[in-house]
Nanobody, 118 residues
Framework: VQLQASGGGLVQPGGSLRLSCAASGSIFSIDDMGWYRQAPGKQRELVASITSGSSTNYADSVTGRFTISRDNAKNTVYLQMNSLKPDDTAVYYC?????????????WGHGTQVTVSS
């Protein structure tokens, strides 16, 4: 199973970005999916998560600005980021709890850099 993330980049404060993460491989089903981020010198933290039934959870710091969604037919999770702030600068990682024929395992994407700067 592989997770391929895309959509990062450089944006000015107040701007928007949309991250995507597609899972591929021998997938039977996907439970929770989520986005995490890690800024330099800080621990990786949960940004947002979404269940297979589309229930969502957000970090307090992004509530009202970020929206997580998923397309189960495409095994893809999205993160729409609006009103970006310099504090949102980090490497963003996607995560998925995947059920295969051999295990229910947690997989990570490679990370995509988001830089918010004027």
């Amino acid at each position: 199973v592989q997770l391929q993330a895309s959509g990062g980049g450089l944006v000015q404060p107040g701007g928007s970005l949309r991250l995507s993460c597609a899972a591929s491989g021998s997938i039977f089903s996907i439970d929770d999916m989520g986005w995490y981020r890690q800024a330099p010198g800080k621990q990786r933290e949960l940004v947002a998560s979404i269940t297979s039934g589309s229930s969502t959870n957000y970090a307090d710091s992004v509530t009202g600005r970020f929206t997580i969604s998923r397309d189960n037919a495409k095994n893809t999770v999205y993160l729409q980021m609006n009103s970006l702030k310099p504090d949102d600068t980090a490497v963003y990682y996607c995560n998925a709890e995947v059920l295969t024929t051999t295990c229910r395992c947690s997989y990570w994407g490679h990370g995509t850099q988001v830089t918010v700067s004027s």
